[in-house]
């Protein structure tokens, strides 16, 4: 799906995915919310974290990847 949402699906690929979510309402509702999310956070700017939770947040991934 990203990919076909980036522009870089081949284009029977394309048609292919195009046809199944004219049938298909549940994909259609997954591709369609997948889409506008990508939009959503595209266009927007970082939110800057404060020093402490950025903190904590590096730690408990690093915990997590151990």
Request: glycine share 4%; with cysteine.
């Amino acid at each position: 799906m990203s990919k076909y949402i980036d522009g870089e699906l081949e284009r029977e690929l394309c048609k292919a995915l195009e046809k199944h979510l004219k049938g298909c309402d549940r994909c259609r509702v997954v591709f369609d919310t997948t889409r506008k999310t990508i939009e959503v956070y595209r266009d927007s700017e970082p939110y800057p974290i404060p020093a402490e939770v950025h903190k904590r947040l590096h730690q408990a991934l690093l915990n997590r990847w151990k």
